[in-house]
């Protein structure tokens, strides 16, 4: 069995956190899973965290297995927007704040205007506040590896709450020096080597589950 299908099926448990999975069908999205209303509050606190840092070193970066169809997904998944457009891959890319230089982009870039932002998997707020780089921002921790979603408008969670797929979690925006424009930086990181990956896999394997409801 490989790490990573030792990951997936740890996310499996964690959808018992929340009870019994059901499909929402008045979910805009195609969300598995139960919601519950978020209790809004407002970080004070600037934290100096590095899943805010946009631009990493190569080696921090992992690259997942290549069988990713031994993926065993969880029950309950959604996609973090509404409508998923990439501006920005992960990967090498012109610093858009240095155009002179390239750096290693540690997530992608999705487009969105103030939108509202929803937990990918089941898992528990890691850290809800704002960094000089990434803004207002959100992490949540799905058992092996952390999502992140940097540059919010407003932080609808709090450190320490369980959430669900599909659950509102912030509101995107454009806070933060690491930014040109209102979007959505969404990375990926393992919890216990701290590297990352890149997030367009697991939206991939996420909208693969949602496609199986329409059939």
């Not at 992608?108 to 921002?137: C, H, M, Q």
Request: glycine share 8%; with cysteine; hydrophobic share 35%.
């Amino acid at each position: 069995m490989t790490k990573w299908t030792t990951t997936m099926i740890c996310l499996c448990c964690l959808t018992s956190m929340g009870g019994q999975a059901q499909y929402l069908a008045e979910s805009p999205f195609h969300t598995i899973g139960g919601t519950q209303k978020a209790m809004a509050v407002t970080p004070v606190d600037e934290q100096q965290d590095t899943t805010s840092h946009q631009e990493v070193e190569d080696i921090e970066v992992e690259e997942p297995p290549q069988d990713t169809a031994s993926f065993v997904m969880p029950l309950s998944v959604a996609l973090p927007l509404r409508g998923i457009h990439v501006n920005s891959p992960f990967g090498m890319r012109t610093d858009p704040k240095r155009r002179s230089r390239r750096r290693m982009h540690n997530g992608i870039d999705l487009k969105a205007r103030y939108e509202d932002v929803f937990s990918i998997l089941p898992g528990i707020v890691e850290a809800a506040s704002y960094s000089t780089n990434g803004g207002y921002y959100v992490s949540v921790n799905h058992g092996l590896f952390v999502c992140s979603y940097l540059h919010l408008s407003k932080i609808c969670v709090h450190k320490g709450q369980v959430v669900m797929a599909g659950q509102r979690i912030a509101i995107s925006g454009n806070t933060g020096k690491r930014t040109t424009g209102p979007h959505l930086h969404l990375s990926c990181r393992w919890c216990k080597t701290g590297k990352y990956f890149d997030p367009k896999i697991l939206l991939r394997l996420v909208q693969e589950e949602l496609s199986k409801l329409k059939q």
